[in-house]
């Protein structure tokens, strides 16, 4: 049968196992964050290399938009009327 130094050997033990616990799981939840930390910046630098690179893609379009429409006014103002005129027919239609 366990005796009573033995007990208190074994609680101090068991004592000790806990507090290294603690101080693991400290050291865990601190690196945890470290983490998340850093995959929190590395998508937000992502968002904002996507973010620049749909505006770079935006303008390059619209620059090509408006050069097309500086070599051919008239056939861009066909389009503009022609398109114009189909949305008002498919939004006005009154069956």
Do not use: C, W
């Amino acid at each position: 049968m366990a005796t009573t130094d033995e007990f208190s050997k074994e609680m101090e033990q068991l004592k000790k196992d806990l507090n290294s616990l603690r101080s693991d799981i400290g050291s865990l939840v601190t690196s945890v964050k470290d983490l998340a930390g850093k995959q929190s910046d590395r998508v937000v630098d992502l968002a904002h290399d996507a973010e620049k690179q749909v505006r770079d893609q935006t303008k390059a379009a619209g620059e090509s938009v408006e050069k097309y429409i500086e070599e051919r006014p008239l056939t861009s103002a066909l389009v503009a009327f022609g398109s114009g005129f189909v949305i008002g027919m498919l939004l006005s239609n009154k069956r």
